[in-house]
T-cell receptor
């Protein structure tokens, strides 16, 4: 039981490049979330999903897109990377309890 | 929007002493509050939560206190250990908003040997 896995762990992008951050969970949880964490700050919600086929915007969605075709996967897409998207990205899930389970994060640098 | 914030960005504690980490929140409609621990290079880890209709909740070596009158939340760690060194976040949540979490900026706790 791996919980929440994220790939890659690290990535450096050039301005204007695109990439997909992967998030996979094996807990059969309906709720999944993407957060970003800037240095010295708390996490801010980018997008979330309450189940397969359903996604919605969070607090800071601009520059990102998501999809949820299966319960297990919730990829985050950056289409035109900008320096402001340099951050650490965390995916989390929530099942029947109040607890959210976080992945180990992806550290992204855009130069 | 409203958000949860922490009083102090850093806290230095002697090993074996008790730690108290404070948090002020602004959304009186929040249904529950959560404390997370984040070690360097890792994702946040759930510590304990408390519902808005409670004043106190205890876990293993941790106690969370909620004062709704002044919108204040605290996390007490008993007999602080070196492994408690981390960044601690409080977060708030509402059942009606798909359980989205609002985080404060965090308090960095350093345990002195």
């Amino acid at each position: 039981n791996a919980g929440v896995t994220q790939t890659p762990k690290f990535r450096i992008l050039k301005i204007g490049q695109s990439m997909t951050l992967q998030c996979t969970q094996d807990m059969n949880h309906n709720y999944m979330y993407w957060y970003r964490q800037d240095p010295g700050m708390g996490l801010k919600l980018i997008y979330y999903s309450v189940g397969a086929g359903i996604t919605d915007k969070g607090e800071v969605p601009n520059g990102y897109n998501v999809s949820r075709s299966t319960t297990e996967d919730f990829p985050l897409r950056l289409e035109l990377a900008a320096p402001s998207q340099t951050s650490v990205y965390f995916c989390s899930t929530r099942g029947g309890s109040r607890e959210q389970y976080f992945g180990p994060g992806t550290r992204l640098t855009v130069t | 929007g409203e958000s949860v914030g922490l009083h102090l960005p850093t806290l230095s504690v002697q090993e074996g002493d008790n730690s108290i980490i404070n948090c002020a929140y602004s959304n009186s409609a929040s249904d529950y509050f959560i404390w997370y621990k984040q070690e360097s290079g890792k994702g946040p880890q759930f510590i304990i939560d408390i519902r808005s209709n409670m004043d106190k909740r205890q876990g293993q070596r941790v106690t969370v206190l909620l004062n709704k009158t002044v919108k204040h939340l605290s996390l007490q760690i008993a007999a602080t250990q070196p492994g408690d060194s981390a960044v601690y976040f409080c977060a708030e949540n509402m059942y009606s908003n798909d359980y989205k979490l609002s985080f404060g900026a965090g308090t960095t706790v350093t345990v002195r040997a």
